[in-house]
């Protein structure tokens, strides 16, 4: 079978072949030792980005070729192209995330990836660099699967870091937390000194909307309204629907929901909030009682 996809820079990646195949060190294929991943062209033009844990390296493994143009970016992210021949890698610990556009076949130890395996995690990775003393985070993507935390650049797996759906809340000191995700970023807020990486490239706060709040209905029609500090907009964020029927401006929303989710994306604090039906209520992943929202959010 060739891998076939359609690619679109930080968007959610569609074809006939899902891309990204978590490997924890020892288990599905990977080994404790060095992993060798191969990507191998079978078409004219094959482009990919993948994640690892750590020490990733070109390789000549397999016949492959070491090109030049074929980025390493911070010693876990590759980024590069294919036509007919192969490009190797050699790496440390597990295979986080990939997504290929074009025709390839990739192998992890010389075992090909199946396309069960391939559609079992996200395209692409965001990482939170902590640099100084705790910084509190939050980040929210559009795809439509949840976020997964991973150990990508040696993160750490933190039970305290929350996920919910395609959002993530959290803490770093001088260590990284980091997520698998598809789609793209929608809103990004980083309280204290910390880096933030999106497949390897350095992203600031200020190119995203700093929050993401996300109502969810519980089954019978409810109705809200909230106002927001500026810049608000519509998102599919945490599986939300975007409804033509619910009223927005720069710094307000009303809607309805009934069994599904509306989410919003925007800047500064919830001013004002009021619902009519039973919802519940998250802010950045974190649920929040619905009769405090304008005080919490």
Known sequence: TILTATWAPETTA????????????GTDGGTEGENTLT??????????TFSVTDDLEKSTANGANVND?????????????VGIGADSYTFEGGLETIKVFGDAEVYLNGERLSDGKIE???????????????AQYAVAATGSDSLQKVTANNANINANDEVFRTTANGEVGISRDAYGFDGIVDSLNVDGDANVYVNGLAKSADGYEDHVITIVGTGEAASYDLTVASDLSKSVANFANINANDETTSDSASGEVGSLADSYVYDGDVSAFSVDGDVVVYVDGERIDQGSVADDA
């Open 39 to 48: 990507i191998r062209g079978t078409g004219p033009e094959a482009l990919y």
């Open 14 to 25: 569609t074809g006939t072949v899902p891309y990204g195949y978590e490997v924890n060190a």
């Open 69 to 81: 143009n074929d980025e390493i970016r911070r010693d876990y992210v590759g980024d590069g192209e």
């Open 120 to 134: 079992s995690i996200p395209n692409d990775v965001i990482e939170v660099e902590g640099t100084g003393p705790a």
